[in-house]
Structures are given as structure tokens and as C-alpha cells.
């Protein structure tokens, strides 16, 4: 079985963000990159299927440099090899411009099954397998809390506030999945040196047949106008029980308009 998982560099949600002041866009070159959380989970499930079903694993990244990073992680975790889309003329791209260079990588690959984190934390959208499922013409299962593949068949328990949802659709198709799916591995010391042999192929939009024109900050269908730092925290407020506690407490929520 072919497997190929969608990873994602995106600054790291525990430090500070910022935005870059000369195009609005996040500024990723100065930030604490790490690998989407979310896609760790994906990483683990791709490799527990491929232990079950057998066949190999293929990492899709689009990013800058920087984002090989992310790549040696979901190598020294166990994947088989990965592919890196990196060009300059992808900055500043939306959701469905990077949908675009994501399925043009995709339709150079062998893959009976995709699998992505259920979101990326720089932006939350949680838009990409609907986009993906769209573009190649294969359905998506998304939210799952568990998969097992039988036969050419995946069947998904989606995670729901009231349970789960019993979902399937025959192979090939799109999985995102939930970070209460299992528990990634941490990448054991022979992980990591295996990583670095691992073959990673690098491909530019003109190596994927896609205009460069058709996407980058030029294109995109939304943009930051103007953006400020967070203000200073204040010293807040504080409230002496005089047997009217309780009614202070009620008396600023509401002028918060919080209640």
C-alpha cells in the first residue's frame, strides 16, 4: 500500500508569533518552526498502517528551506522517503492555491491513501482534505479517532461532541485525522540516523507543471489589511469580599460584557 502524508512547518504555537510588517504574511523566517502537531498523528497512523498492510510511506511538504526540518522528523519516525515542493513564487499563498500545488505533487506520486493532521495551528482551517478530495477527485474521510483499512476499503470512526460518526469509502481517499487517534512515537536515535539516507526529492512548480502565476500573495482570495501587537497586560482587577463579593464579581463580568 502506498501512503503519503501531507506535513506541515509552521511556527511554534508556544512561543511568540508575529507577522512580518513588509507583506503582512507570517513571519516564518524568524520564528520557532517546528512540525503541525496535528501531522505527528498522521505520521503515526501512516506508519502502523503500513505495518499491517505493508508497502511505504511518502512525506508531501510545501514550504520554504526551512521546512526540511519537518521532513527529517517524519523520516527519523519511520518514513520511507519524502517529497519536498519548495519555490519561492509559493509565498503568500491561501489554502486553495496551496490546494493546487498540493494535488499537481500528488498526481506525480503513487498513493492509495492520503492522510493529514485534522489541522494546521498557524491557521485552523481545516479546509485542506475537502480541497485535496475536490482537486483529485477521491473522497474524504474526515476527523477520524480511528481507521482500519479492509481490503480496498477505509472505515473511519469520526470524532463528534456526542461520539462518533461510522464512516467509510473505497481506496484511494483522503483521511485527516484527530490527535485522539494514537500516540506518536518519539524517533529513537537509529530513527535519526536513518533519516539522513533517506531519499527527500525536491520539485519546483515548474517541475509540477503549475503556473507560478496563479498563486502567491498576488492571488490569494483574503489578506491582512493591518495588524497591531497585542497590548500590554494590564494589572487587572481586584475584588475585596465586604459580604458583596459576589455581586462585585457579577457587576464587572457584565460591564465586560462577558455575561
Known sequence: M?????????????SARALDPSDNTVARATADNVINEMDEYAIEEALQV????????????????????????????????AVHVSDE??????????????????GQLEYDLILCGAEATDAQMSVMPALLSERLGIP?????????????????????DAGYWALEAPLPAI???????????????????AAKKKPVESKSLADLGVDAG???LGNATTQVVDFAPRPP???????????????????????????
Open 2 to 14: 502506498n501512503i503519503v502524508v501531507l506535513v506541515k512547518q509552521v511556527p511554534d504555537s508556544g
Open 50 to 81: 503500513r505495518d499491517r498492510e505493508g508497502g511505504e510511506v511518502t512525506v508531501l511538504t510545501v514550504g520554504p528551506d526551512s521546512a526540511t526540518d519537518a521532513i527529517r522528523k517524519a523520516l527519523s519516525m519511520g518514513a520511507d522517503k
Open 89 to 106: 513564487a509559493i509565498h503568500g499563498s491561501d489554502a486553495i492555491a496551496t490546494s493546487a500545488v498540493l494535488a499537481a505533487a500528488l
Open 140 to 160: 474524504q474521510l474526515s476527523g477520524a479517532r480511528k481507521l482500519t483499512i479492509e481490503g480496498g476499503t477505509a472505515k473511519v470512526e469520526r470524532q463528534t
Open 175 to 193: 483521511v485527516s485525522t484527530w490527535d485522539s487517534i494514537n500516540e506518536p512515537r518519539y524517533p529513537s536515535f537509529k530513527g535519526i540516523m
Open 214 to 216: 496563479t498563486v502567491g
Open 233 to 259: 497586560k494590564g494589572a487587572g482587577v481586584k475584588v475585596t469580599d465586604e459580604g458583596d463579593g459576589a455581586e462585585k464579581l457579577v457587576g464587572f463580568l457584565a460591564e465586560q460584557k462577558i455575561v
